[in-house]
């Protein structure tokens, strides 16, 4: 069984930054691809990135291209989602979630592991 428990949400002001992580454990017979998704109250869960198995290919959603960065250190079992230019649209539980392959997906029936959620608030 394959457990995902992230860190590293709070609050901040507009513009500020964000690191989150998230740690794999438990039965792991291969490295997988990943990704996170954020749900706001009333909303729907949507994807924010996604990283392949090696790292080598990412995902990222329009809102966020270009201010969020998707890594993993495979060594360590952990990814990552560095945030920066945050804004108050940006406010949502963060999610990290895994497939069962190693190619990289944007589609949330691929996801079969869930962590727990880390809550992110932007606000003045």
């Known amino acids: 069984q394959v457990q995902l428990a992230e860190s590293g949400g709070g609050l901040v002001q507009p513009g500020g930054s964000l690191r989150l992580s998230c740690a794999r454990s438990g039965s792991i017979f291969s490295i997988t691809a990943m990704g996170w998704y954020r749900q706001a109250p009333g909303k729907h869960r949507e994807l924010v990135a996604a990283i392949s198995g090696s790292g080598g290919s990412a995902y990222y959603a329009d809102s966020v291209k270009g201010r969020f960065t998707i890594s993993r250190e495979n060594d360590k079992n952990t990814m990552y989602l560095q945030m920066t230019g945050l804004k108050p649209e940006d406010t949502a539980v963060y999610y990290c979630?895994?497939?069962?392959?190693?190619?990289?997906?944007?589609?949330?029936?691929?996801?079969?592991?869930w962590g727990q959620g880390t809550q992110v608030t932007v606000s003045s």
């Open positions: 979630a895994a497939t069962r392959g190693a190619g990289l997906t944007p589609y949330i029936r691929d996801y079969d592991y």
